[in-house]
């Protein structure tokens, strides 16, 4: 399945973004989903996942803050960020957590202080 994550901009630090990622099918038969992000010089990284029924997971460094949300009926996942901080400025995509589906483009945070 193919994902595109959008959304992306220029905020300043405290500010809120909503990423929106679109599926090329449809995703109720996708148990789960994740957003993930890449800094610069780092590795990709994990920081958001929601299966079907609800139950989410995140990563240390954005629990609180981040929100992941899935709307299948428009097979749709969504990642709201809240209290934005500079270390938070990645290119973030959306991709099925521990397989080998292909990545998308992705959609860049840029974070000001």
């Known amino acids: 399945v193919q994902l595109q994550a959008s959304g992306g901009g220029l905020v300043q630090a405290g500010g809120s973004l909503r990423l929106s990622c679109a599926a090329s099918r449809s995703t109720f038969s996708i148990n789960d989903m994740g957003w993930y992000r890449q800094a610069p010089g780092k590795q990709r990284e994990l920081v958001a996942r929601?299966?079907?029924?609800?139950?989410?997971w995140y990563a240390d460094s954005v629990k609180g803050r981040f929100t992941i949300s899935r709307a299948d009926a428009k097979n749709t996942v969504y990642l709201q960020m809240n209290s934005l901080k500079p270390e938070d400025t990645a290119v973030y995509y959306c991709?099925?957590?521990?397989?080998?589906?292909?990545w998308g483009q992705g959609t860049l945070v840029t974070v000001s202080s």
């Open positions: 929601i299966v079907t029924g609800g139950s989410t």
């Open positions: 991709n099925i957590p521990f397989t080998r589906n292909s």
